[in-house]
C-alpha cells in the first residue's frame, strides 16, 4: 500500500477526477441523478486518495518534498512529470479535496439555470484535476499546463450558467488571465534559456540560479512576468477588476471554488515558484508587492462600502483579504508566509461560506440587492446567524480562522526579511492594521443591511422564503466546523507549513 | 539572546519586596473557570431551543455560573489564606539577612540558565520569574510548574515607602501550554530558529479579584435576568451569550500571553456586539451595536500595533511576564515602551470609554439593563484598565509617570471624569446618566493608574463594579416597574415610598458612587486623590496637582448629577401612568446583596494610619493581596500617605455639589410640583450657559463629528469615488485595451489576411475558426478577434521582454 502510494498515489489523485468526468461522457444527460451520484462518489473517492496519502505523509519532515514521482515528460525541453508533495501545498490540496465534494452535495439540489447537470458537474471535476495538478506540480511546465487548464472550465461555468452578464465576465476572466499566463509563461522560458536549457524542475532551477549568477536586472524582469501571471490571478490591485465580475456573475458553486481555491493558486505561484527561485528579485520586489497589497487592503474596503450587490460586495473583500495575504508573502519571512498560507486557507474557508449563502439568499429572493433585503434572521434565522458567524470570520475575529491569517502578516510587516526596507513595512503594517476597522465596517454593515432588521413587504410573506435545507447543512457544516478548529488551533496548519515554509526561504537566506 | 543578557539584574536587587510562592491545585487550574462558562454556552448553542421547556433554559446558565463562582470564591479564599499564612510565618523570622553577594551570585547563574535556553515565551519567562526546575520531562508535558523558587529572589530591602515593610508579596503562578509554533524571522534574532506561543493562566492577585468580580457579577445577573428578561423573544440566545461572554471575559483576564489578550479581548467585544444588538429588529439597537464594535476596532488599531512593538521589543515573545520582566529590568527601550504604551492607551480609550472614544459606551444602553450592569458598567469596559494593570511596567516607564507632573493617560483620565460627569447632567434617561457616570468613574480608574497609583486604580474598579451594578440593576427594576421606559422625567418621581427597597438599595449605591463615608467609593475614590501625588505631603510617585484638582471637580459633578437622579427619580411627584412597585425577590435580592457589598467593600483597603490598632491590623489588606512583588515583574511604585484633610475636603466638595443642586429641586418644586427642570431662564439670558447647554446636549459634538466627518464620507463620497474610480479608470483600461485588440483584429484580418496573404495562411486560419467553432457557442464572432490579439499583444511583450534579457 505505501509502495503503491509513494509511486503512484499522487497520480491517481490528481487523475481520478478526470476519469469520473469520462465516465459521464457515456451516460445521457436527462440521467441527472446518476450524474450527481458519480460526480460526488469521484470527488469523494478523490478525497479519500488524499487522506490515504495524509496518513502515509511524514509530518516530520514537512520540508521534504514526498510521494516524489519524477519521470521523463516532454525530453526534448527537459521538462518532466515531477509531482510531490510537501508542507506547503498539503494544506492547500486539503482544501481543494473538502471544497469540490461539498461544491457537488450543494449542487445536488441548486444546479443553476439553464440545468444541464452533466455538463456542469463535469466542469467542475475537470477544474478538479486542474488545481490539484497544480498544487502537486514540481516543474513549471507540468504547472502551467495545469494551471491553464483550469482556465477553461470556469470560462464555461461562468459564461454558461452565469447571471445576465455573464457573456463580458466569462470573456474577461479568460483573456485576462490569459494575458497574464502568456508572460508567465515567457518568463518560465526566460529563465530556461537563462539557467542554460537544463531542466524546468523548481527545485532545480532554484540551485541553478544560484550558481549561474543572473545579472540581477534579468531577475528583475523574470520575476516581473511571474508577477503579472500570479498577480492577476490573485488578485492584486490593479489587475483584480476581472474578479468583482466574474464572481457576480458565476454560479454559486462557481464563485465557491473561485474564491475557495482557483485564487490561491496566484498566491501558491508566488511561495512556490516565485520567491524560491528569484529571491534576490523577490527581494526588489517585495516594497512593491507591499504597497499593492496594502492599497489592496484599502481599496478593495471602499469598493465594497459601494457595492449594492450582496454578492459583489463580497466579491470586493476578497481584493481586500488577498491583500493581507500578499502582504504577508511580501515580507518574504517564514513567519509571514505562514501567516500567508493560513491566510489562503482561511479565506478559502470563510469567503468560500459567504458565497454559499449568497447563493441560498438569491435562491430565495431571487435578487441580492441590498437594498431590498433585510430581516433573513426573521425569516431564515439559523441561516442568519450562519451569515452573522462567516461575517465575523471573515472580519478577523480572534478565535476563528480569519484572525491567524490577519494578524501575523500584520506581525510580520514590522520586521521583514534583510534588504527590505523596515521603515517602510512597518508603515504598511499600519494601514493594514486600519484595513481591520474598515473590514469590520462593511460586513456588519452587510449584515446590518441583510439580516438586522424586518423583512420588507415585498417578502413578507413569502412562502418561498425558508430556513437552512439538508443539502446545505450538509455541504456548510464542515466549513463551519473548520473555521473555528483553525481559530483555536492554528497549530494545525502552521506546524504543517512551517518545515516546508522555512526550507523554501533558505535560498533567500544565502 | 542577546535581549536576556541585556536584562541585567542590578535594578532588581536594589529595591524589590520580598515575595513567595503561593501555590495550589487551583491556582495552576484556574482554567476550569471559564471552560466551565464555555461548556455551558456550547451546551445552550447546541441543545438551548430543544431543552426541556425552553424558558428555563437559565438553569444551564445559572448552575454553570453559580460553579464558576463557587470555585473563583475558594480560590480567592485559598489565596488569602496562602498569603496570611505566610505572613505568619515572616513575622516569626523576621528579617532573615540575605548577603546581598549571594544574591548576585545566584541571579549571576539565572543569567547562565537564560543564556543556555535558547526557547522562549513560556520557557522563558518562567526563567525570569524564578529558577526553572521543571526537568524535561516536566517540559514535554507543558506543565511549567514554578514551585519553590522564592529563596534566591528574597530581596533585600522591602519598599522604601515603609508601609510595605514586613509585609512578602505573592507572586503570580503562571501555567502555559504550548498553542502553536512557526518559523521565525529573518535577521538577527533567529535563523532556523522557532518561534513558540503559549497559551496559559497567570493566577495572581489582579487576575484573581477580577476572577471573582466577574463571577459574581455575572451570578447575579444570571439571576435577575431570569425574572427581567422573562418572556423575551430570544430569551435562549441572551442566556448563550450571557454565557459565551463570561467564558471570554475570564479567558482574557487570565491571559498569560499579549496574544491570549488579544483574543480574549476581542471575543468580549464580539459578544458586546450581540448584546447591544439583541432587540436587532429595530434599527437603533442595530446601530448601536455596530457603532460599539467599530469604535473598538478603531481603538483595536492600537491593541494590535502595541503588541507587535511589544513583540519585537521583547526578543519576539507575546508572554506578559517577560514582557514586564524586561521592562522593569531596563530590557525594553524607552522608545519601544513609549511607543507601546501610547499605543495600548488608543486601546484603552475605546475598551473603556475614555474620551475621545467614549461615544459608544451610551449608546450600549440600547441592550437589556442586566447586560449593560454586567458588561457596560462592571466587566468587559474595565478591561481597558485592567490590561494597563497586566502591563503596568510597560506604562510606568513608558508614561515616565514617577516624579512627573503630567503624562498622556493620566490626563486623558482626568478628561475622562470631568468631561463624561459633564454630559451625565443633561441626559433625560437614567441609564444614560449611569452610563456616562461609568465613563467619567473608568476616567478615575485610568487616572489612578496614570498617576502611578496601581493598588488605587484596581481597588476602585473593584468597588465600581459592585455599586455600579447596583445602580444599572436598580435602574432596571425602575423600568421594570414604569413601563419598560428609562425617562426620568415622563415616567418616574417621586417612586420614594412606592419602591422602598429599590430606593434604599439605588441609594447606597448612590452614596458610595459620591464617596460618602463610609461607604466604598469613599475609600477608593480617595486613595485616588492620594495617589495624584497633587496635595501636600502625600508622598506619592508624583506631583499631579492639576489632576487632582480635576477629579476633585468630577467629584463634584458626580455628586451633582446623582443628586438630579435621585430627585427625579425618587422625590417629587409621581409623573407616570402605572402603578409601580418593587421587584420580585429574584430581581430584589440581587439589590440587597450589591447594596450589602456597596457598604462594606471599601473597608478591605482603608488606610493602615487609621482607626488606630484596626488600621495596622486590618488596613490595606487589598493591597497586599493584590499588588504584585515590586521590582521583579513590577516596577517599584510608592504608596502615597493617606491625607485626612484631603478626605474631608473631598467629601465637602461632593456635600456641597449635592446641596446645590437638591435646593435647586427644592425650590422649584415648591414653585410647581410637576415641573422637572426649568433651565430655559437661564439659558435665554446668559449666552455662555446656552452654548455650554447646547454643547452638552449634542454631546460636544463628537458623535457628530465620527459620523458626519469620518463615518458618513467614507461610506458615501470616498467610497463611491474610489468605485468610480474602479469602474471608469482601473477597469476601463482593460476595456479599451479589449476594444482596441478587437479592432486591431478586424483591421488586421480585412486588411492583411484577406487582403495580402489569403490563402498561405489557410492551415492556420482553419484551426484559428475550429477553436473560434467552440467558443462561439458562448461568445459568437467577438472572441477570436479578442483572444488572437490578446495573445497578440503578449506576444509583442514576450518579444520585448526577451530582447531586454
Known amino acids: ?510 | 539572546m542577546s535581549v536576556f543578557s541585556s536584562a541585567t539584574s542590578i535594578f532588581a536587587a536594589a529595591a524589590s519586596d520580598e515575595s513567595f510562592q503561593p501555590s495550589d491545585w487551583l491556582f495552576e487550574n484556574v482554567w476550569i473557570v471559564p471552560a466551565i462558562m464555555l461548556a455551558s454556552f456550547v451546551y445552550i448553542l447546541l441543545f438551548g431551543k430543544t431543552f426541556p421547556g425552553k424558558d428555563r433554559v437559565h438553569f444551564v446558565g445559572l448552575t454553570a455560573i453559580s460553579a464558576a463562582l463557587a470555585i473563583s470564591l475558594l480560590t480567592a479564599f485559598t489565596w488569602i489564606t496562602q498569603y496570611e499564612g505566610e505572613q505568619g510565618d515572616h513575622s516569626a523570622q523576621t528579617s532573615a539577612f540575605v548577603d546581598p553577594s549571594i544574591v548576585t551570585a545566584v541571579d549571576a547563574d539565572e543569567e547562565g540558565d537564560k543564556a543556555k535556553d535558547s526557547s522562549r515565551g513560556c520557557l522563558a519567562e518562567s526563567n525570569v520569574v524564578g529558577d526553572l526546575r521543571a526537568s524535561d520531562d516536566e517540559y514535554a508535558l507543558g506543565s511549567l510548574l514554578l514551585n519553590d523558587i522564592g529563596s534566591a529572589e528574597l530581596a533585600v530591602d522591602a519598599g522604601e515607602d515603609g508601609k510595605g515593610a514586613g509585609h512578602i508579596k505573592a507572586k503570580p503562578v503562571v501555567r502555559c501550554l504550548e498553542w502553536f509554533s512557526t518559523g521565525s524571522f529573518g535577521g538577527e534574532s533567529a535563523t532556523g530558529d522557532t518561534l513558540k506561543f503559549h497559551i496559559g493562566t497567570i493566577a495572581d492577585g489582579q487576575s484573581i479579584m477580577m476572577l471573582v468580580v466577574v463571577t459574581f457579577i455575572s451570578f447575579l445577573v444570571h439571576l435577575y435576568s431570569t425574572e427581567y428578561v422573562k418572556g423575551d423573544r430570544r430569551y435562549v440566545h441572551y442566556y448563550a451569550f450571557l454565557s459565551l461572554f463570561t467564558a471570554s471575559m475570564l479567558f482574557m483576564v487570565l491571559s498569560s500571553s499579549t496574544l491570549q489578550l488579544i483574543v480574549g479581548w476581542e471575543l468580549v467585544g464580539v459578544c458586546s456586539f450581540g448584546l447591544i444588538g439583541h432587540w436587532w429588529e429595530e434599527k437603533p439597537n442595530s446601530d448601536a451595536a455596530l457603532k460599539a464594535f467599530l469604535t473598538n476596532r478603531v481603538g483595536d488599531i492600537g491593541l494590535l500595533v502595541g503588541m507587535i512593538v511589544l513583540f519585537f521589543g521583547a526578543g519576539q515573545t507575546f508572554d506578559i511576564q517577560t514582557i514586564n520582566y524586561l521592562a522593569v529590568h531596563g530590557g525594553l527601550s524607552q522608545t519601544t515602551m513609549t511607543v507601546a504604551a501610547l499605543c495600548l492607551m488608543t486601546a484603552v480609550m475605546s475598551k473603556s470609554g475614555q474620551f475621545i472614544l467614549h461615544t459608544w459606551l451610551p449608546d450600549a444602553m440600547a441592550g437589556p439593563t442586566p447586560v449593560s450592569a454586567l458588561i457596560h458598567a462592571a466587566t468587559m469596559v474595565v478591561a481597558g484598565v485592567y490590561m494597563i494593570g497586566r502591563l503596568y511596567p510597560v506604562f510606568w516607564f513608558g508614561m515616565s509617570i514617577e516624579g512627573s507632573p503630567i503624562n498622556a493617560l493620566a490626563f486623558v483620565g482626568a478628561l475622562t471624569v470631568v468631561g463624561g460627569g459633564a454630559l451625565a447632567f443633561v441626559q433625560n434617561d437614567v441609564k444614560k446618566v449611569l452610563a456616562y457616570s461609568t465613563v467619567s468613574q473608568l476616567g478615575y480608574m485610568v487616572l489612578a493608574l496614570g498617576v502611578g497609583a496601581y493598588t488605587a486604580g484596581m481597588f476602585h474598579l473593584f468597588t465600581h463594579a459592585f455599586f455600579k451594578a447596583c445602580l444599572f440593576l436598580g435602574a432596571g427594576a425602575l423600568s421594570h416597574a414604569c413601563h419598560h421606559s428609562f425617562d426620568m422625567k415622563a415616567e418616574m418621581g417621586g417612586l420614594r415610598k412606592r419602591m422602598p427597597v429599590t430606593f434604599a438599595t439605588f441609594m447606597i449605591g448612590t452614596l458610595a458612587l459620591v464617596g460618602v463615608f463610609p461607604f466604598a467609593g469613599f475609600w477608593s475614590k480617595d486613595e485616588i486623590l492620594v495617589g495624584t501625588g497633587g496635595f501636600p505631603s502625600t508622598n506619592a510617585n508624583g506631583n499631579y496637582t492639576l489632576l487632582l484638582i480635576m477629579g476633585l471637580i468630577g467629584a463634584a459633578m458626580t455628586a451633582g448629577y446623582m443628586t438630579r437622579v435621585i430627585w427625579l427619580v425618587f422625590f417629587g411627584e409621581y409623573r407616570g401612568h402605572v402603578d409601580p412597585h418593587d421587584p420580585p425577590p429574584v430581581m430584589k435580592y440581587p439589590l440587597i446583596i450589591l447594596a450589602g457589598l456597596s457598604v462594606v467593600t471599601g473597608f478591605l483597603n482603608f488606610p493602615a494610619d487609621w482607626f488606630g490598632g484596626l488600621g495596622s491590623r486590618f488596613g490595606l489588606k487589598f493591597e497586599q493581596w493584590v499588588e504584585p512583588p515590586r521590582g521583579d515583574t513590577f516596577p517599584v511604585i510608592t504608596h502615597g500617605d493617606s491625607n485626612f484633610l484631603l478626605a474631608v475636603i473631598a467629601s465637602a466638595v461632593g456635600v456641597a455639589s449635592a446641596a446645590l443642586v437638591w435646593t435647586y429641586y427644592q425650590k422649584l418644586y415648591a414653585k410647581d410640583p410637576s415641573a422637572t427642570e426649568v433651565t430655559e431662564g437661564l439659558r435665554s439670558k446668559n449666552k455662555l450657559a446656552a452654548g455650554g447647554y447646547a454643547l452638552l446636549e449634542n454631546k460636544y459634538y463628537l458623535d457628530d463629528l465620527y459620523q458626519g466627518g469620518i463615518a458618513d464620507p467614507m461610506k458615501g463620497p470616498i467610497a463611491r469615488a474610489a468605485y468610480w474610480l474602479n469602474q471608469n479608470v482601473i477597469d476601463e483600461v482593460v476595456n479599451t485595451a479589449g476594444r482596441t485588440s478587437a479592432m486591431l483584429g478586424r483591421f488586421v484580418y480585412r486588411y492583411i489576411d484577406q487582403g495580402a496573404i489569403d490563402g498561405s495562411v489557410n492551415l492556420s486560419g482553419t484551426s484559428a475558426s475550429e477553436s473560434g467553432g467552440l467558443l462561439r457557442k458562448v461568445q459568437t464572432g467577438r472572441v477570436r478577434n479578442y483572444a488572437s490579439l490578446m495573445f497578440g499583444a503578449a506576444a509583442l511583450l514576450a518579444a520585448v521582454f526577451i530582447l531586454a534579457i
Open chain 1, 1 to 510: 500500500m505505501t509502495e503503491f502510494l509513494n509511486d503512484w498515489g499522487i497520480t491517481v489523485l490528481v487523475f481520478l477526477p478526470l476519469v469520473g468526468a469520462l465516465l459521464m461522457m457515456f451516460i445521457p444527460a436527462k440521467d441527472e441523478e446518476s450524474h450527481k451520484l458519480i460526480a460526488l462518489l469521484t470527488t469523494v473517492a478523490t478525497a479519500l486518495v488524499g487522506i490515504a496519502l495524509f496518513s502515509e505523509f511524514d509530518f516530520d519532515r514537512t520540508a521534504d518534498l514526498q510521494f516524489d514521482v519524477n519521470t521523463s515528460w516532454i525530453s526534448v525541453v527537459n521538462a518532466n512529470y515531477h509531482v510531490a508533495i510537501d508542507g506547503m501545498s498539503l494544506p492547500l490540496i486539503a482544501l481543494t479535496l473538502l471544497v469540490v465534494p461539498l461544491v457537488i452535495i450543494y449542487s445536488w439540489n441548486h444546479i443553476p439555470d439553464p440545468g444541464n447537470a452533466k455538463m456542469f458537474l463535469m466542469l467542475i471535476l475537470v477544474l478538479h484535476t486542474g488545481m490539484l495538478g497544480s498544487f502537486v506540480a514540481q516543474d513549471i511546465v507540468l504547472f502551467f499546463v495545469f494551471f491553464e487548464v483550469v482556465l477553461l472550465p470556469m470560462y464555461f461555468m461562468i459564461g454558461v450558467w452565469g447571471g445576465p452578464d455573464r457573456l463580458y465576465a466569462s470573456i474577461k476572466f479568460f483573456l485576462y488571465t490569459l494575458f497574464g499566463s502568456a508572460l508567465m509563461l515567457v518568463a518560465f522560458l526566460a529563465l530556461y534559456w537563462n539557467t542554460g536549457s537544463q531542466t524546468f524542475d523548481m527545485q532545480e532551477l532554484a540551485s541553478l540560479v544560484a550558481e549561474r549568477d543572473i545579472p540581477l536586472g534579468t531577475q528583475v524582469l523574470i520575476f516581473g512576468g511571474m508577477f503579472l501571471g500570479f498577480g492577476i490571478k490573485v488578485p492584486m490591485f490593479p489587475f483584480h477588476t476581472w474578479l468583482p465580475d466574474a464572481h457576480t456573475q458565476a454560479p454559486t458553486q462557481g464563485s465557491v471554488i473561485l474564491a475557495a481555491v482557483l485564487l490561491k493558486l496566484g498566491t501558491y505561484g508566488f511561495v512556490r515558484i516565485a520567491i524560491p527561485i528569484l529571491p534576490e528579485a523577490a527581494v526588489e520586489w517585495a516594497p512593491w508587492i507591499g504597497l499593492l497589497a496594502v492599497i489592496g487592503i484599502i481599496y478593495g474596503a471602499l469598493g465594497c462600502l459601494a457595492q449594492t450587490d450582496m454578492k459583489r460586495l463580497i466579491a470586493f473583500s476578497s481584493v481586500a483579504h488577498m491583500g493581507y495575504v500578499m502582504l504577508g508573502i511580501a515580507t518574504l519571512t517564514p513567519f509571514g508566509i505562514n501567516a500567508a498560507i493560513f491566510g489562503m486557507v482561511a479565506h478559502g474557508l470563510i469567503t468560500g461560506m459567504l458565497f454559499f449563502i449568497a447563493g441560498s439568499v438569491k435562491d430565495r429572493y431571487h435578487t441580492l440587492e441590498i437594498k431590498r433585503l433585510g430581516g433573513l434572521l426573521v425569516q431564515a434565522p439559523k441561516m442568519g446567524w450562519i451569515l452573522g458567524f462567516c461575517t465575523m470570520a471573515s472580519l478577523g475575529l480572534p478565535g476563528l480562522a480569519g484572525f491567524w491569517g490577519e494578524f501575523p502578516a500584520i506581525l510580520a510587516a514590522y520586521n521583514p526579511a534583510d534588504g527590505v526596507s523596515t521603515s517602510l513595512f512597518r508603515v504598511y503594517m499600519v494601514i493594514a492594521a486600519i484595513g481591520t476597522v474598515f473590514a469590520a465596517g462593511y460586513l456588519l454593515w452587510l449584515l446590518q443591511r441583510t439580516a438586522f432588521g424586518t423583512p420588507s413587504d415585498e417578502f413578507a410573506d413569502d412562502p418561498e422564503i425558508t430556513d437552512m435545507n439538508m443539502t446545505e447543512w450538509i455541504a456548510w457544516t464542515p466549513f463551519l466546523v473548520l473555521i473555528v478548529l483553525f481559530g483555536f488551533v492554528p497549530g494545525i496548519i502552521f506546524d504543517i507549513t512551517d518545515g516546508a515554509v522555512v526550507e523554501s526561504l533558505k535560498t533567500l537566506a544565502r
